[in-house]
């Protein structure tokens, strides 16, 4: 049986984060990629542990750019997120990959956009990395067993 995927991504600075998108399916084929958008990071961690349960997904992936948006302080979201990811995949079993990212200085320009999304794509093909490791690992433990 085919490992499947699912990619969950934020839709807050959406024209980023579809970068890790690009990157993640240059490595695993789009065909094997479930995607799922989300309003912003803080909707990831429920929205993953539901996809785990379904036990369809070798692994999860999720993609944000949590920057400091005046309302909550974005390391608060960053650390909330982060944590509620790391927790699904403990509780699951399901590896849960985290491509959530907080600059630490992030300003609305061409600039900044630019460098993020390259970053971004980068960041993707990290997680299929090791959403590729991970699943082929277990598929090499369960044969030995």
């Not at 240059?26 to 785990?52: K, N, S, T, W, Y």
């Not at 379904?54 to 302080?73: E, F, K, N, P, Q």
């Not at 997120?81 to 509780?91: E, F, Q």
């Amino acid at each position: 049986m085919t490992c499947r995927y699912a990619f969950v991504k934020a839709n807050w600075h959406g024209d980023i984060t579809s970068r890790a998108l690009a990157g993640f399916t240059e490595l695993i084929p789009a065909a094997l990629v479930d995607v799922f958008d989300v309003p912003g990071a803080f909707e990831m961690p429920l929205l993953a542990r539901e996809l785990a349960l379904t036990g369809r997904y070798g692994a999860i992936a999720c993609a944000a750019l949590i920057v400091d948006g005046g309302i909550y302080r974005h390391d608060f979201v960053a650390s909330a997120v982060v944590d509620g990811l790391m927790r699904v995949g403990l509780d699951t079993g399901v590896p849960v990959l985290s491509v959530a990212l907080t600059p630490h200085h992030y300003h609305e320009t061409d600039h900044h956009r630019g460098i993020f999304a390259a970053h971004f794509v980068e960041k993707g093909r990290e997680a299929a990395e090791a959403a590729q490791a991970i699943t082929g690992l277990r598929s090499r433990l369960e044969k030995a067993a």
